[in-house]
């Protein structure tokens, strides 16, 4: 699937079927099903703010004007998270490494999505690999429910 050639509402859709479709899994199932759908998007120049969470985009916002990077695509992922019934406890971390200064969903302070492109990390095995600049918790990010 190339993501920046599909239609807007078909981006939408395939993102809606993604939810539906994981919403009954155990949680390494959803992960992994996230980070999937996810590792295939482009991703280009930073596309947000990572000092005001407040005024990021939506999911679908994000989707429907293919804004993909780094960032984006965690932000996306944390959204697909946390709009499940049961949703995980998910945080985003703004981090630093060699590569820059990103954001990251940490999940349950164990797993990490977005760090390695269509894999879940064991947060413990990574976290020596960046620095991590601030956390942002649900409360902090704006609401979209």
Known sequence: MIWNTIPN???LHLWKKLRDDIKDLALADQMNEVAKFCSKMPFGS???DYYTPTD???PWEI?????FCTSSISLLMY???TLLHTPPKVE???VEDDDGVYLLPIIDNQFVLNYELGTVNNY????????????YTKEQIKNIT
């Open 124 to 135: 413990s095995e990574i976290q020596t690999e960046f620095k991590v600049l601030q956390k």
């Open 46 to 48: 930073r596309t947000l």
């Open 56 to 58: 990021w985009p939506t």
């Open 92 to 94: 985003l971390y703004l």
């Open 9 to 11: 509402e078909e981006r």
């Open 79 to 81: 959204h697909s998270l």
């Open 63 to 67: 989707l429907f004007s293919s804004s």
